[in-house]
């Protein structure tokens, strides 16, 4: 049976349950720190199996990863295909952007508890199975240059690491100076410094 949402009372139970692993890792983060969140004390908190837990997510890395990398959205129209490199820039510009009110969203302590080293969700090498912003940035940036609009002046593995190195730089900064840095501010002016320098337009052959 289904509800007028269009979806199952199975479908909703299963993200009654997802939200509230999710809640319950929350909370362990902020109150107590990356150190403390383990799968017995999330489904201690958030009163459900392990089996439950295994269910939705694979590790608990898994769960963090999920929250802070897929559930952004963004109005699909800001990566249609530009006309221009300054249209490029400003699209992966608006990513990240979106990516900061999530994090504020999320709060300080939830984000100072996910950037920890030891966080493998962080480990770009792994993340193989959802879009992540920079995943999604590279294939907006490829199909790009792949039309003939737009030209990088470094090569498209370099663009994006250091994308999501200068990105992990403005939430730590944040984060370090407890949410009072011009969060938004700052990511937009360093992400249009290094883009103005390596996007461009094509040259043209004579």
Known sequence: MEDISGISKQQKKSQETKAKIFQAAKDILQKSGYEALSIKNICEVAKVSNGSFYHHFKTKD????YYIEEQPRMNPDILDMPHNSE????????????????CQELGVDFMAGYYDTKNQALNPTIRTERPYPIVTVQTYVEKAIQE?????????EEFTTDIRMIVIGNVFEWCLRNGEADFKGNMRRSLKKYLDSTV???????
């Open 200 to 206: 461009c337009e094509p040259k043209i052959m004579l």
């Open 87 to 102: 249209e490029a820039k400003e699209a992966i510009v608006q990513v990240y952007l979106n990516y900061v009110e999530y």
């Open 62 to 65: 898994d769960l963090l990863s």
């Open 148 to 156: 003939g609009v737009i030209q990088l002046n470094v090569e498209i």
